[in-house]
């Protein structure tokens, strides 16, 4: 079994920033891809950056090209989403998931991750 443990949500104002981290533990086999989701209230959850198990590609989704960078400890299952210039639309729960198969579905399929963080709350008021 593999643990995923989230931190570093919160709240803020327009334009500031916030890093999540991500941490996969226990039983690891290896890297693996990594990255995270976000789901706003009523809404389906969205794949929003990923980085590959070897940490040399990544994946964004277009609404936060330029703001959001993903990236990993090299060697770890340790990832960490750097948020800057954080808008009202960013406000959503944040899941870090886990390939651990390294499965075919497309990057951006959720059914492509195996292991879910409990999820972080970020909140960008106006």
């Known amino acids: 079994q593999v643990q995923v443990e989230e931190s570093g949500g919160g709240l803020v104002t327009i334009g500031e920033s916030l890093t999540l981290s991500c941490a996969a533990r226990?039983?690891?086999?290896?890297?693996?891809?990594m990255g995270w989701f976000r789901q706003a209230s009523g809404n389906e959850r969205i794949m929003v950056a990923i980085i590959s198990w070897h940490g040399g590609t990544t994946h964004y989704d277009d609404s936060v090209k330029g703001r959001f960078t993903i990236s990993r400890e090299s060697g770890k299952n340790t990832v960490y989403l750097q948020m800057k210039n954080l808008k009202p639309d960013d406000t959503a729960t944040y899941y870090c998931?886990?390939?651990?198969?390294?499965?075919?579905?497309?990057?951006?399929?959720?059914?492509?991750?195996?292991?879910w963080g409990q999820g972080t709350q970020v909140t960008v008021s106006s």
């Open positions: 998931a886990v390939d651990s198969r390294r499965s075919s579905y497309d990057i951006d399929d959720i059914r492509k991750y195996d292991y």
């Open positions: 226990g039983r690891t086999g290896g890297s693996y891809t």
